[in-house]
C-alpha cells in the first residue's frame, strides 16, 4: 500500500511514519511537511509544500489511505485565526485533495469533545472538521478522537502537569476513562483501522482506541 501523511512531524505522525516504515504491507510512504524531515528511510518520500496553495500540491496527493494527524495549540499558533488555518484549512484542503484523487480510506485524528455546536474553539473546529471530512463521503472513513495524548519528550509545561496530575488520579482509581494516550498506541491504532477492509464510517473514541490497537486485521 502506498499511505499520504500530513502532520508527520508531530508527536502522532512521528511514530505514525516510523511505525508505517517497519510495516510490510507499506511500500511508499508520502509526506507532506513544511520544512526538509529527519526521517531516513527508502520508503519515505517528503512533499515540501506551502500549505497556503493547495493547488500547487494537490496532485500529488494520489495512494491508498491517507492519514491526517496534523494539529497545533493555540500558544504555537499565535491566534486563533491562526489556529484555525493550521487545524482546518490545511488539513480539509489535504482532505478535499485525496478525495479528488479518489483516495478511497480517509483516517482523520480529531479530539475528544469535538463538535461543532461547542462553545469551546478548540472543541468546534475540530467539530467542523470532522463534519467536512464525512461530507466528502471517502468509501472509508475512520475518526480517531483521543483525550490527553502522552507525547515523547513533551516540551509543554501544561501538557506535563496534566499527565502527572491524571496519572495519579488513575492509580487511586479515578478518572479511568481520562487514561493518557501514547501516540505510540494511537499510531498503531491508525495503522489497524487501515487494514481493516469495510466501506464504512467509525468513530473511536478516547478509551476505545487502546483496544483497538490490539485488533487483528490478518
Same mark, same amino acid.
Given at each position: ?27 511508499? &510512504?508520502?509526506?507532506?511537511? %513544511? %520544512? ?5 528511510? #527508502? ?37 486563533? #485565526?491562526?489556529?484555525?488555518? &493550521? ?68 516540551? %509543554? ?41 469495510? !466501506? ?7 478509551? !476505545? ?10
Amino acid at each position: 500500500m502506498k499511505a499520504l501523511v500530513i502532520g508527520a512531524t508531530g508527536a502522532t505522525g512521528n511514530d505514525l511514519v516510523n511505525q508505517l516504515c517497519e510495516d510490510a504491507d507499506f511500500e511508499q &510512504i508520502d509526506i507532506f511537511v %513544511r %520544512r526538509r524531515s529527519d526521517f531516513h528511510n #527508502e520508503k519515505v518520500k517528503a512533499h515540501v509544500v506551502d500549505f497556503d496553495h493547495p493547488e500547487e500540491w494537490k496532485y500529488l496527493v494520489k495512494g491508498d489511505v491517507a492519514f491526517s494527524c496534523l494539529g497545533t495549540t493555540l500558544k504555537s499558533a499565535g491566534s486563533k #485565526e491562526n489556529q484555525k488555518v &493550521i487545524d482546518y484549512d490545511y488539513q480539509f484542503n489535504f482532505a478535499k485533495a485525496a478525495k479528488e484523487n479518489q483516495v478511497e480510506d480517509y483516517i482523520l485524528v480529531s479530539a475528544y469533545g469535538a463538535n461543532p455546536d461547542s462553545k469551546i474553539f478548540y472543541s468546534r473546529i475540530k467539530g467542523e472538521l470532522e463534519e467536512a471530512v464525512k461530507n466528502l463521503k471517502f468509501d472509508k472513513t475512520t475518526i480517531f478522537k483521543p483525550g490527553m495524548l502522552e507525547r515523547k519528550n513533551s516540551d %509543554r509545561s501544561a501538557e506535563i502537569t496534566g499527565l502527572k496530575a491524571i496519572k495519579f488520579l488513575n492509580k487511586l482509581g479515578l478518572f479511568k476513562s481520562q487514561q493518557p494516550l501514547p501516540t505510540s498506541v494511537l499510531a498503531k491504532a491508525m495503522i489497524v483501522a487501515s487494514k481493516i477492509k469495510s !466501506n464504512s464510517f467509525s468513530e473511536i473514541k478516547l478509551h !476505545n482506541i487502546f483496544s483497538f490497537a490490539e485488533k487483528k486485521t490478518q
